[in-house]
């Protein structure tokens, strides 16, 4: 009589744990592959909203007079010109974060022309910050402008 060998529960398990710390490897990989994506996507989305901002901004100084006097102002101030706690970004799929968007507005120089006129060299910085740790910077755009002082 010809006896049929079966599997024992312990070589079944041994045989699921191999297969199974080989296999893992082909799903972490892709899963980090993709959160990279999505943080790229994102800082795109930021870098492209920056540079909306700065375009806007640089309108909204050349357009009032009071911004304009600001920047010839004997001392201007360095902090966060605006703030937004809380933008939003919103990716396709539902996917979303919020940032900490910052406006900072720096004049760099100021010049004086012979007839009297003064030009000043202004810096725009828009960075959009994670609220998980506000000293990192996920995406900023940095814009020149210059503006001739109001009469």
Request: with cysteine; glycine share 4%; proline share 5%.
């Amino acid at each position: 009589m010809v006896r049929k060998k079966t599997f024992v529960l312990l070589e079944l398990i041994i045989a699921f744990a191999l297969v199974s710390t080989c296999v893992l490897p082909f799903f972490r990989f892709p899963y980090r592959h993709m959160e990279k994506e999505i943080d790229l996507l994102f800082q795109m989305e930021l870098e492209r909203h920056a540079r909306n901002r700065l375009v806007d901004i640089q309108e909204r100084i050349y357009t009032d007079p009071a911004l304009q006097r600001m920047l010839f102002a004997d001392s201007i101030d360095t902090s966060a010109w605006e703030e937004n706690p809380a933008y939003k970004v919103v990716l396709p799929g539902g996917i979303q974060r919020t940032f900490r968007e910052k406006t900072f507005l720096y004049r760099e120089k100021l010049k004086k022309e012979n007839g009297g006129d003064r030009w000043a060299l202004a810096r725009i910085r828009v960075a959009y910050l994670n609220p998980k740790d506000n000293r990192k910077n996920d995406a900023s755009s940095t814009g020149f402008l210059v503006v001739k002082e109001p009469k």
